[in-house]
T-cell receptor, first 111, second 114 residues
Framework: QKEVEQDPGPLSVPEGAIVSLNCTYSNSAFQYFMWYRQYSRKGPELLMYTYSSGNKEDGRFTAQVDKSSKYISLFIRDSQPSDSATYLCAMSGTSYDKVIFGPGTSLSVIP | DGGITQSPKYLFRKEGQNVTLSCEQNLNHDAMYWYRQDPGQGLRLIYYSQIVNDFQKGDIAEGYSVSREKKESFPLTVTSAQKNPTAFYLC?????????????FGSGTRLTVV
């Protein structure tokens, strides 16, 4: 079993839809959770990070962590064509541990 | 503007050749990393460096070598011993080692064996 798993997609939604992107993980020691966005042929950029369980909101984006289920989610409200990208989840045990990345989910928002 | 510069953007390697990928940062970050990205797989760590003149192997270091002679620079050499080098290579940096609050990534180098 991989440490971090993501549905690779591709996921295609109409503009304005609510998008839900998810990751599951196996290591209960993970405490730091991040979401990166990667446009085609570019490096990933950090979207959001959360510590431990709970929700965090930033504009149209909401990150959710459920440590009891080892499940994290990223919700995108009012999705835009500019949100079309690959979304990578990432996580780590302590602030000095190696960060483990998921394989990414490819999202297309259709105008 | 601060950031990470990777060059070249595209690189073609013949069988048996060594090639070097450049990574330069002007963020004054201590730690630097090299990742390999293949379709359907997460980023895999090749090497990382927490301080000048020191570096450690990541999960897939075989066939690769690095140096860290300057804080700003962390070049990666893909040697002929790397049997499947075709991939997208990403360099990243962080203010402190294992900075969970976010890596800064370069735009990547796409290496193709011809």
């Amino acid at each position: 079993q991989k440490e971090v798993e993501q549905d690779p997609g591709p996921l295609s939604v109409p503009e304005g839809a609510i998008v839900s992107l998810n990751c599951t993980y196996s290591n209960s020691a993970f405490q730091y959770f991040m979401w990166y966005r990667q446009y085609s042929r570019k490096g990933p950029e950090l979207l959001m990070y959360t510590y431990s369980s709970g929700n965090k909101e930033d504009g149209r984006f909401t990150a959710q962590v459920d440590k009891s289920s080892k499940y994290i989610s990223l919700f995108i409200r009012d999705s835009q064509p500019s949100d079309s990208a690959t979304y990578l989840c990432a996580m780590s045990g302590t602030s000095y541990d190696k960060v483990i990345f998921g394989p990414g989910t490819s999202l297309s928002v259709i105008p | 503007d601060g950031g990470i510069t990777q060059s070249p953007k595209y690189l073609f390697r013949k069988e048996g050749q060594n090639v070097t990928l450049s990574c330069e940062q002007n963020l004054n970050h201590d730690a630097m990393y090299w990742y390999r990205q293949d379709p359907g797989q997460g980023l895999r760590l090749i090497y990382y460096s927490q301080i000048v003149n020191d570096f450690q192997k990541g999960d897939i270091a075989e066939g690769y070598s690095v140096s860290r002679e300057k804080k700003e620079s962390f070049p990666l050499t893909v040697t002929s011993a790397q049997k499947n080098p075709t991939a997208f290579y990403l360099c990243a940096s962080s203010y402190k080692p294992g900075q969970v609050y976010g890596y800064t990534f370069g735009s990547g180098t796409r290496l193709t064996v011809v």
